[in-house]
């Protein structure tokens, strides 16, 4: 019988631990997490690897938190810089295929329309540093890989600006937001979702693995907006009239230790193109996130 083991770093991620409900009727899954495996550790990621024999690699793993990355940058370059290669080269040996996910953080945010990858890369911190040396390390390995590239994830659990805004309308009469960061929020079940659908494709009977198609690809949620648009949306629609005064700010207004770009938006064109991958509006994708909270409350 074919292969289809799946292996996924960061099972408790945002997007790991959706990846681990959405793959599981494409075949076997198995999520590995921190401290089991840890990335600044290449020989635990080698054999974790070895151990499982998957015929998909997804790393949902990273060092995310953007601000401290500039006071530890050497482990945000082991984990999001030096691991995705190690990554790489376990599954050129394999034959694997490797799925990872980058960031809209690897661009300055100068360009006036949405980014291509072609573009090309300027981060301006050290976050957006390590995970473009993760890019580039995963581009000279080559093999079979999907760098999928996205931009303000959030969802029902885990870190995010949505859990967070919403637990501070609780606490504060007024909020101050940021309003000259554009980009698109994209919800950690649609990349699950997405991520899904590109494998299904690929490991159908006909589907063929890549076949040349390796390279990057953005993936974020359809539409654009400011942190401030994107706060306003959900929190008036699960606060109501109860929600706190909104104050829109310029970035200047909130400093903080690593500089963030004023455009965020990525065009999801290529994706499109190549697998016919359509996202869905950040918008309805919102409405499900918020449902699923409402639900749970
Ligand atoms: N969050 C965003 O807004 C955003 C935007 C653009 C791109 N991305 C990218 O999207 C991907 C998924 O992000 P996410 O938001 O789902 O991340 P997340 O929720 O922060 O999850 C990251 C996972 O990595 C694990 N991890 C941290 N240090 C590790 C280590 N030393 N060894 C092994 N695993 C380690 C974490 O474990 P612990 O929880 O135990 O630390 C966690 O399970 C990442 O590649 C990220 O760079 C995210």
Redesign the pocket.
Known sequence: MTNRKMLV????????WELRHKLACLGPVTGV??PE????KPDSIRNAVRAAAPAVIIN?????AVDKAETEPEIAMA??GTAPGVLAEEARRLGSILVH?????VFDGAKQSAYLEADAPNPQNVYGKS?LAGDEAIQAVGGDYLILR????YGAR???FLLTMLRLAMERDELRIVDDQTGAPTT?ECIAQATANLLAQLLAPQGGGLQGRSGIYNLTNAGETTWFGFAKAFLTKHYGTETPKLIPIPTSEFPRPAKRPANSRLSCQRLEETFGAVMPHWEDALSLVLETLAERA
């Open positions: 770093f960061g099972r408790i991620g945002q997007v790991g997490e921190y495996i840890d990335f600044t949902a793993a990273a060092y995310t984990i999001n996910y980058s960031t809209d953080y995970k996205t931009s303000w994830v885990g870190s995010n950690s």
